[in-house]
């Protein structure tokens, strides 16, 4: 299995590589002093168990399972044991360690998530059947996890390394890019219409040749992007 | 009072002495930074993040054997967390214990 550990804490990351190493079928595959550094590695790398702690600053680890589309199976480290109760609620998390954690009770942690029923869920596109992480998208700005509501993001916009996510709310510039974004996004709900927009297209107001208008944004559309747009049109 | 020991650590390592070495030299670099954290937050007013600190610190007390200092650290977290800092002067205590223990390592 291949695993990554989450954990502010230097000793106690030490310790789960420690009680790793002595278990032959799991694989290491990096550690992380904080969950935002988690979540890039887990965008770009298949992992099938986190070590996460709860207890960390800002970003605890109930907050990080809950921006994960798709979380792999999670053994719970803490130094707390009150958490169980809420840690049941997730059906990701397959076995609850308390620090200090001696090997024979690591090694049936681990024997837990290999036998756990549990499998990464398959997200359904279909609006009616949405989960709450396929509503919701996090943006990392200024080492801050912000959740934005994916219906309410109008319209996306390259900005050189930046994009611009606008949403009814208000607008959030994030160090990212359109095709990054793209993937996060329900394909019923959005549409790259040039190569640095993307649009809802429940929003928009009207189309005009070679534009769209959302809310009060004028939008080119590129040649090769128009048919797509205008077979999502309920066109009369 | 009870003294620090590194059986945890002992039976940890199953005699891999580089382990041995690597967890003792993370907690002497650690501790400290957390210590000083913990004293920092304390002295401005801050209960929130100083039980935060307290709840990091007791990993360390558990980890060096300390039961009962253990059942202060997390009687002292509960404290902090309700705006209140009973048993501090015993939890400080506990800290300059490990803190005698870690230099003579």
Same mark, same amino acid.
């Given at each position: 299995m291949k695993c990554i550990i989450i954990d502010d804490e230097s000793t106690a990351r030490a310790i789960i590589n420690q009680l790793c190493s002595? !278990? %032959? %079928? !799991? *694989?290491?595959l990096d550690e992380f002093p904080n969950a935002i550094e988690a979540i890039k590695f887990l965008n770009q790398n298949e992992v099938d168990l986190i070590f996460l702690d709860i207890h960390m600053p800002d970003f605890t680890g109930f907050d990080f399972i809950q921006t994960l589309k798709n979380p792999p199976k999670i053994v719970l480290t803490t130094s707390d044991a009150n958490f169980a109760i809420e840690a049941f609620e997730y059906d990701c998390i397959v076995d609850y360690l308390v620090k200090p954690v001696l090997l024979p009770r690591f090694e049936k942690a681990v024997q837990k998530a290999k036998s756990s029923g549990y499998t990464e869920q398959i997200s359904d596109t279909n609006d009616t059947n949405q989960s709450s992480t396929d509503k919701e998208l996090y943006v990392n700005i200024d080492r801050r996890l912000i959740k934005i509501n *994916?219906?309410? *993001?109008?319209l996306i916009e390259a900005k050189g390394d930046y994009i611009l996510v606008k949403t009814e709310e208000k607008n959030y510039t994030v160090h990212s890019t359109l095709k990054k974004i793209e993937e996060k996004l329900p394909d019923n709900l959005f549409l790259k219409v040039h190569r640095s927009y993307i649009i809802n297209v429940k929003q928009i107001i009207d189309i005009e040749d070679n534009s769209v208008l959302i809310k009060k944004d004028v939008i080119p559309v590129s040649r090769s992007n128009r048919p797509e747009l205008m077979k999502r049109l309920n066109l009369l | 009072m009870e003294k620090p020991n590194i059986s945890y650590i002992e039976e940890l390592s199953g005699g891999d002495e580089s382990f041995k070495t690597k967890i003792l030299d993370i907690l002497k670099e650690e501790f400290p930074e957390e210590k000083k954290s913990y004293q920092t937050n304390l002295n401005s007013g801050n209960f929130e993040l100083t039980a935060d600190n307290v709840h990091k610190l007791k990993h360390k007390i558990s980890i060096l054997g300390l039961d009962k200092s253990y059942e202060i650290a997390v009687a002292y977290e509960d404290n902090l967390r309700e705006g209140s800092t009973a048993l501090s002067s015993e939890f400080e205590s506990i800290l300059q214990t490990i803190t005698n223990y870690l230099e003579n390592l």
């Open positions: 002595k !278990l %032959d %079928d !799991l *694989i290491v *994916i219906a309410s *993001i109008y | -």
